[in-house]
């Protein structure tokens, strides 16, 4: 069974910084390209970024471009999340996802989800 793990969530000022973790189990996320997604209160499902296998693929969604940045450890099967410059709008819970396809900025896309870390950012 595919696992995904987040962690590293928490409440920041803004201007404050969090990294957040996805750890996948096994060969979750081997060869596959994954991605950050999250979701505010009362929202949609929001893209954040992804990035493939390699990681010779990067894209951001314009909201979090120059302030978050995505990264992968293969050898730890763990992907991750720095966010700099939190903004109150940055507000939600944050989920990793894994997708077979080498580009995906859609959730319908991604295939495996973990259960989402919250992150609140305060005014």
């Known amino acids: 069974q595919v696992q995904l793990v987040e962690s590293g969530g928490g409440v920041v000022q803004a201007g404050g910084s969090l990294r957040l973790s996805c750890a996948a189990s096994?060969?979750?996320?081997?060869?596959?390209?994954m991605g950050w997604f999250r979701q505010a209160p009362g929202k949609e499902r929001e893209f954040v970024a992804f990035?493939?296998?390699?990681?010779?693929?990067?894209y951001y969604a314009n909201s979090v471009k120059g302030r978050f940045t995505i990264s992968r450890d293969n050898a730890k099967n763990t992907m991750y999340l720095q966010m700099n410059s939190l903004k109150p709008e940055d507000t939600a819970v944050y989920l990793c996802?894994?997708?077979?396809?080498?580009?995906?900025?859609?959730?319908?896309?991604?295939?495996?989800w973990g259960q989402g870390t919250q992150v609140t950012v305060l005014s």
């Open positions: 996802a894994a997708t077979r396809m080498v580009v995906a900025t859609t959730d319908s896309w991604y295939e495996n």
């Open positions: 990035i493939t296998w390699s990681g010779d693929r990067i």
């Open positions: 096994g060969r979750a996320s081997s060869g596959r390209t």
